[in-house]
């Protein structure tokens, strides 16, 4: 397994005081089927604007997929991002 942390322009999904999703603008959120990820937040409000930080954590392929369809379509950007993934920790 693998993780990797970046901030990310969405809304804060809780119930309970628990965050249990993330929305975007466009109103889908991160827990469809489609992702095969989970996340973690690691700050709810990040230095990158005050959005929140996350911790995408599953294979790296996925991570990949979804970080290129989802987050940095630009190459550059996509392998500069990618580098940043490490080894999954708990």
């Known amino acids: 397994m693998k993780q990797l942390v ?3 322009v969405c809304d804060l ?3 309970n005081g628990k965050v ?4 975007f603008d466009d109103g889908s959120r991160f827990n469809s089927p489609f992702s095969g990820l989970k996340f ?3 700050n709810e409000s990040g230095q990158g604007g005050g959005w929140p930080e996350i911790k995408l ?8 997929l ?3 369809d989802f987050y940095a ?3 550059e950007d996509y392998e500069y991002i990618m580098e940043m993934m490490e080894d999954y920790t708990a």
Do not use: M, P, R
Request: charged share 35%; net charge negative.
């Open 13 to 15: 999904v809780k119930e």
């Open 66 to 68: 979804w970080v290129k």
């Open 20 to 23: 249990v999703d993330l929305e």
């Open 57 to 64: 954590i599953g294979h790296q392929v996925d991570i990949g």
């Open 6 to 8: 970046i901030d990310i």
């Open 40 to 42: 973690e937040v690691v």
């Open 73 to 75: 379509q630009d190459e």
